[in-house]
């Protein structure tokens, strides 16, 4: 939601699906045509996921229509990695942080991994996939050996905050100045407080994008210290109200060109 890729020409697509534009860019040869598969997934994940269409999955499990145990595997497999970050989170990451069923906050980033995935299987090295900014990266940006990501500074729209670089990453933001205050401490049901955004990196985008949420949601008194526990390859910068900004060591930023 808040970050953009630094592009160079290659066979770009973009579609509106899951109430957000979604860019796939290839820089390997391509037929765009190939593309299709992948936007596909795309909607069949809105489809199932979806809590705004009253036959999802997700919407029918809301209103107890359906049973965890009746519902497809990957809702299944959702569900139960979401109980996992919620544990591994400290209950911050929570699909029920707004008082319903809403695991949005993982399906986008999961989507995106599948949908790398499926890129890799059909051939292609060197790609971006970027859902309302949130982006999974692949290879380098051709002819550049590496990817660049603008973050996008919390309170300046035109600025940058930091550039992340590198050849196979995830990057997720969460903060409240590209939606509002959709992000909610679930244990006060309260916006958090004295924090604009928090960034996670790492090799798993729905991963990054949970921890980035539940980053924020702690607010600025518990964020940047649970941010330095992070392992796995996970790196943080975390922007403060006061403006300070703090990166974990291995947070993988560049100078801005």
């Known amino acids: 939601m808040t970050a953009t890729a630094v592009t160079a020409p290659g066979v770009r697509r973009v579609e509106h699906i899951m109430g957000m534009p979604i860019l796939v860019d290839v820089r390997d040869d391509v037929d765009e045509a190939e593309l299709d598969t992948v936007f596909d997934w795309f909607r069949a994940v809105d489809e199932t996921f979806s809590t705004y269409k009253a036959g999802s999955e997700v919407s029918r499990l809301a209103r107890g229509v359906l049973r965890v145990g009746d519902a497809t595997a990957d809702v299944q497999d959702v569900l139960a990695r979401c109980e996992e970050l919620r544990l591994e989170t400290e209950g911050y990451f929570d699909a029920y942080a707004g008082g319903s069923l809403d695991p949005s906050g993982l399906v986008k980033g999961w989507a995106v991994d599948h949908a790398a995935t499926m890129l890799r299987l059909a051939g292609f090295e060197n790609f971006a996939v970027n859902a309302g900014g949130d982006i999974r990266l692949a290879g380098g940006a051709c002819p550049d050996h590496t990817w660049r990501v603008g973050i996008q500074h919390p309170l300046v729209r035109d ?42 990196t790492g090799p798993d985008l729905a991963t990054a994008d949970a921890y980035a949420t539940a980053a924020f949601a702690m607010g600025a008194s518990r964020a940047p210290v649970w941010t330095s526990t992070l392992t796995g390859g996970y790196e943080a910068m975390t922007i403060l109200a006061s403006r300070r900004v703090l990166f974990t060591p291995g947070f993988p930023r560049a100078e801005p060109r």
């Open 159 to 200: 600025r940058v905050a930091a550039v992340v670089e590198g050849h196979d990453i995830a990057v997720a933001t969460s903060g409240a100045y590209a939606r509002g205050d959709h992000v909610v401490d679930p244990h006060t049901r309260r916006p958090p407080k004295g924090v604009l955004s928090v960034t996670v």
